[in-house]
């Protein structure tokens, strides 16, 4: 797993693979818009590999994926939805996005498609078509 939060780090994962690199890339682009605040003041970027696990994932960002942080229902519960902004499903990855303070600072989190078993039918659950 790797946690980019700011310009060295992310510039050092762009040459990882061609989708991934495109994705980070956009976001790097729009958020250059914000004069006077470095990348890590407005983004962190979590590159899971295949071999992570869900629980590895939940250590890394100090809170849990499977629970929903208002609500307190978990996955698998029929009255849980996830508290991501977004989720979209790409070629190899699926990409979440969690927006955590007033500011919008965020954590967009990259889950190859061939990771945990658990998170990615969560993900597969929620994306949409």
């Not at 914000?34 to 970027?45: K, P, T």
Request: with cysteine.
């Amino acid at each position: 797993m790797q946690i980019l939060c700011d310009s060295t780090s992310i510039q050092e994962a762009l040459d990882t693979q061609a989708e991934l690199t495109r994705l980070i890339t956009g976001y790097v682009e729009r958020l250059g818009d914000y004069d006077g605040y470095e990348l890590g003041q407005l983004v962190q970027f979590i590159v899971m590999a295949g071999s992570d696990t869900v629980i590895e994932l939940e250590a890394a960002l100090g809170f849990s994926v499977r629970v929903n942080r208002f609500s307190g229902c978990r996955y698998g519960d029929a009255d849980f939805l996830p508290f991501w902004e977004v989720i979209e499903a790409h070629r190899y990855w699926y990409e979440v996005v969690y927006v955590l303070g007033d500011d919008g600072f965020g954590i967009v989190i990259f889950v190859p498609k061939d990771a945990d078993a658990e998170l990615i039918e969560m993900l597969q659950h929620y994306t949409p078509e």
